[in-house]
């Protein structure tokens, strides 16, 4: 299996202007906004890593084996196609009729209905089946305790900015990853 992110979030689940105010910036102080920004980004993306699951709308595909059911990354919003690859590199999308969806906050599975039936595949093509989908909550449904964790985040990174330093701090402070456990997807 493989996972690509195709867009990027339209809205993150922390705004600059909340990130400043943990901070305690000035709303009118820009010269930090870039570096605060990127801290925002990838505190989001720590944040999905460790939850197993999107905390930003956009559009992903994955690429996959021929199976009967797919994992995809909670919460999936919507299916965009789902296509497969036969034996001569001709590509076939499936009907909305072949497959269903099911999703919430906590996983996300597709599956093809037990009537549907693959074309003869190439045993070279690993990854004949591609789905293209959005997946990701919307910021306002990003649980608080989510939130505060990627702001702990981002002021632990503001105040450390380099790899090192004297003090002995490798790790992110450990309320982030409780925080972030509480709403953890478990497999």
Known sequence: MLLQQITEPTEEPVTLAEAKRHLRLESDETDEDGLITTLISVAREYAEDRQWKKLAVRTFELYAADARS????????????VIVTDRE?????????????????????LELVSTYKYPALSVE???????????????????????????????????????STEKKREKPPFAVDALLDMDRTWY
């Not at 797919?70 to 196609?81: T, V």
């Not at 590509?91 to 599975?109: C, F, G, I, P």
């Not at 089946?129 to 305790?145: M, R």
């Open 70 to 81: 797919f994992r995809l990354p909670p919460p999936c919003q919507e299916i965009l196609s």
């Open 89 to 109: 590199g001709q590509t076939v999308e499936l009907a909305a009729a072949d497959y269903y969806l099911y999703s919430d906050n906590s996983k996300a599975t």
């Open 125 to 163: 093509n690993k990854f004949p089946v591609q789905i293209q989908f959005n997946s990701g909550l919307i910021p306002a449904a990003v649980p608080k305790k989510t939130k505060h964790a990627i702001l702990m985040l981002i002021g632990h990174w503001y105040e450390n900015r380099e790899a």
